[in-house]
């Protein structure tokens, strides 16, 4: 059985374009939704990843629905993926 919740984030996405599914302002899961964002060149010490795979776990869920405090503006950072950009060092 599909769970509807999840069935909107299965949708294929303009791979020439970047998304991040943010944390809802409300604080509930009916909220999230895929928003575009610009690509920024990458930190000294950090990499850009295109993704291929995000898994959301519990953590997220309680990021989303505001129940701890934010430790960033975005959820899914347990990924898979290529790096297509490295930054100094």
């Given at each position: 059985m599909e769970l509807p919740l999840f069935a909107d984030f299965r949708q294929a996405l303009d791979g020439d374009s970047s998304y991040e599914l943010g944390i809802p302002?409300?604080?509930?899961?009916?909220?999230?939704?895929?928003?575009?964002?610009?690509?920024?060149?990458p930190e000294p010490g950090t990499?850009?990843?295109?993704?291929e795979?995000?898994?959301l776990n519990f953590k997220?869920?309680?990021?989303a629905?505001?129940?701890v405090p934010d430790s960033g503006p975005i959820l899914g950072?347990?990924?898979?993926?290529?790096?297509v950009?490295?930054?100094?060092g």
């Amino acid at each position: 059985m599909e769970l509807p919740l999840f069935a909107d984030f299965r949708q294929a996405l303009d791979g020439d374009s970047s998304y991040e599914l943010g944390i809802p302002a409300g604080g509930t899961l009916d909220e999230l939704a895929w928003r575009e964002t610009q690509r920024q060149a990458p930190e000294p010490g950090t990499v850009e990843i295109r993704v291929e795979a995000a898994g959301l776990n519990f953590k997220d869920v309680l990021l989303a629905l505001r129940r701890v405090p934010d430790s960033g503006p975005i959820l899914g950072a347990e990924c898979a993926g290529e790096v297509v950009r490295v930054g100094a060092g």
